[in-house]
């Protein structure tokens, strides 16, 4: 079975409580950590309508929409890599880049089929890389994926010579863009079908579980005879397809790409898993916590920039609520132990 | 006979060494990259003044994270503390105020990290990385998100001025640092003990070792480390850049690891983080020089960091054992078929 190696690599993880077991003040504290975000962003959405000038119009919540919708699919993606306990992945800003400059660019002089194929290879590859050398090799995820993104957004602005490529004004990029259900565009829609597709991979099948699993015990899971590695590289391979499909649906957006359109993606989608509830020390949260958090971030960045707010104070309201989600999380989970 | 023994003797002690120290393959990457530049850019050389700065401006940082790397932790959030404390500095008219204004911001956002770290109990990666973005976005708003000319020009002009010979106040600083850094970690008992704490907390905190009063510190160091690299940075350039601070973090984490510095803690020497300051220094000089542009720069430093981060001898024992258990349970799986 596993020798002692095996079991030396990998620091055994203290099992997480459930924490329902915490009484009197602190369970304010764990009712926040569970079920804060439900209250949070209904309030906010009610903020917004009634004080917030000009967010309560037909325009504006389209737009909310269409800006939501490729952080919340790199979001629901990257709740696998959360809940399986490594962090977060960071090179998903490269891998939304480099999807749509792909899908832009390459489909300019090759066509649609071969940019959708290249897309895909690249976007296996690096779920692969980033898979391999988290899961095989132990090494540290924020370290890797740091890594990737510069090697990925290297070889990306090297090739693309960092130039902005422009979708045909009639092809099916711009058309994909532009069509509308009522007021909800296409792009939300996808969101919503990947949403789906992501709850029932991680609830309903035998993947799903294994990274719940691993999330929550690693070593309990490998002495269970799990694959983990394999488990690994599917967390990430997930979060990679799902960045690709942002990558497409962002470029569709504005029928443009460029290298830099998805700065600070990672920041975005890490807030809102966090924000949802998705705890960072894994084994715990949703796809549909996550696309709650998605819409928080949203509504906030939408009420932030309607009252004139500058982007500076936007990342430190956003980086301040993220480490205030994950502080409740890790004083509720202290709590829970005790 | 005795001469063998005496040549096993000397073997082992060899291997000794080697298994003991961790700066293997920083030396490999070193000579590596010294060779292909004296062979293809020598004038990476010849131009050492140049090389000296790029060593001290990644290697400051780095020594910083070497610290708190040690105790198992890690600071994400130095490139925005780098940033910020420029800007600080920047905007405040007076020149002494303003770096020690700065300076006391990088040991406050030190201050800020441990708390986190240890009394609300976030793992350092994300509490670093909120901290990366919070200050990142600190540093647009007191900027007015654009780059804050130094009121004081001639003070960066003659901060940038070489002492003697190619030695500018960057690279005094930078050996100041080290020295001081490596005597810390070294001799005195406070650092020695940083070791102990990233080895096993459990064990150090038996030991009546101040385990959290250590973390503070280790924080306060890299946090102060990287507003000194800041207050250089802006000083150099007579301007604070609220966008600065991004390759360098990558730069400054690969001289680190490449440097032996293991990311659990506990082992790693700031010699290390020298000698893969020292490569990555040089290695980023000679591209300049030779004209290669900064993104397939980025792609070198990247896959440096990513090599250096799986071929740690416990990541490759990890992929060995992984490998192994693979085989092993496609054997068991044919034995009853």
Do not use: C, H
């Not at chain 2, 986190?116 to 900027?143: D, E, H, K, P």
């Amino acid at each position: 079975m596993a020798d002692q190696t095996t079991t030396a690599a990998v620091p055994p993880r203290a099992a997480s409580d459930e924490p329902g077991l915490a009484k009197g003040r602190f369970s304010l504290l764990v009712w926040m950590s569970e079920r804060g975000v439900f209250l949070f962003t209904a309030l906010l959405v009610v903020v917004a309508v009634v004080f917030v000038n000009g967010f309560a119009s037909l325009a504006n919540i389209t737009d909310v929409f269409y800006r939501a919708a490729p952080i919340g699919i790199v979001a629901v993606g990257m709740t696998f890599v959360v809940i399986s306990a490594n962090y977060l992945d960071l090179s998903v800003v490269a891998q939304v880049a480099t999807a749509s400059v792909i899908l832009v660019g390459v489909s300019n002089t090759a066509g649609f089929p071969a940019a959708i194929g290249l897309a895909l290879v690249v976007a296996l590859l690096y779920g692969v890389v980033n898979g391999l050398a988290v899961g095989v090799f132990k090494a540290n995820a924020v370290i890797v994926t740091l890594s990737t993104t510069f090697i990925g957004l290297g070889i990306l602005r090297w090739l693309s010579g960092g130039s902005i490529f422009f979708g045909p004004e009639d092809g099916p990029i711009r058309a994909f863009g532009q069509a509308k259900l009522g007021p909800i565009p296409l792009s939300a829609l996808v969101l919503l079908v990947i949403t789906a597709v992501l709850w029932f991979v991680l609830t309903r099948t035998n993947f799903g579980f294994l990274i719940r699993s691993f999330g929550s015990n690693k070593a309990a899971t490998r002495l269970a005879g799990v694959n983990t590695a394999l488990v690994v590289v599917g967390a990430f391979v997930i979060t990679s397809l799902a960045a690709m499909l942002a990558g497409f649906v962002l470029a569709a957006f504005s029928n443009t790409a460029v290298s830099t359109m998805s700065d600070g993606y990672d920041f975005s989608a890490l807030a809102a898993i966090i924000i949802g509830g998705t705890s960072v020390f894994g084994g715990k949260g949703s796809v549909l916590r996550t696309l709650l958090g998605v819409i928080f971030v949203s509504v906030l960045t939408n009420i932030l920039v309607l009252l004139g707010i500058g982007f500076g104070l936007q990342q430190v309201a956003i980086g301040a609520l993220i480490v205030l989600a994950v502080s409740v999380d890790a004083l509720a989970r202290r709590v829970g132990k005790k | 006979m005795k001469l063998g023994t005496e040549q096993s003797g000397l073997l082992g002690r060899v291997r000794n060494l080697a298994a003991r120290r961790t700066e293997g393959r920083g030396l490999i990457l070193l000579a590596l990259v010294i060779i292909v530049v004296a062979i293809l850019e020598p004038t990476a050389f010849t131009a050492y003044s140049v090389t000296l700065g790029r060593v001290a401006l990644i290697g400051l940082v780095a020594l910083g994270l070497t610290a708190v790397i040690l105790m198992g932790e890690l600071d994400l959030s130095v490139a925005s503390t780098l940033a910020v404390s420029g800007v600080i500095m920047a905007s405040i008219p007076d020149l002494g105020l303003g770096i020690v204004v700065a300076l006391a911001a990088g040991i406050l956002i030190g201050i800020v990290n441990a708390v986190f770290v240890v009394y609300v109990g976030i793992n350092s990666f994300i509490a670093t990385l909120g901290m990366l973005f919070a200050l990142r976005g600190l540093a647009f708003v007191i900027s007015d998100e654009k780059p804050v000319r130094l009121s004081n020009i001639d003070a960066g002009i003659a901060f940038g001025a070489p002492l003697i010979g190619p030695v500018t106040p960057r690279v005094l600083i930078f050996i100041v640092a080290f020295i001081a850094l490596q005597v810390f970690l070294t001799r005195v008992r406070a650092g020695r003990e940083f070791y102990a704490v990233g080895g096993n907390r459990q064990a150090a905190f038996d030991a009546g070792i101040p385990v959290r009063r250590r973390i503070f510190t280790g924080f306060m160091i890299s946090g102060f480390v990287a507003a000194l690299a800041g207050v250089i940075n802006t000083l150099e350039r007579t301007a604070a850049d609220p966008t600065a601070g991004s390759s360098v973090l990558l730069a400054s984490f690969a001289a680190a690891i490449i440097g032996g510095v293991v990311l659990t803690g506990g082992r790693g020497s700031v010699v290390g983080t020298l000698i893969g300051a020292l490569s990555l220094g040089i290695l980023q000089v000679a591209l300049t020089l030779s004209g290669v542009q900064t993104d397939i720069q980025d792609i070198f430093i990247g896959s440096i960091l990513l090599i250096a981060v799986i071929t740690d001898p416990t990541q490759l024992r990890a992929a060995a054992a992984s490998v192994r258990s693979f085989f092993q349970r496609r054997e068991k799986a044919q034995i009853p078929t």
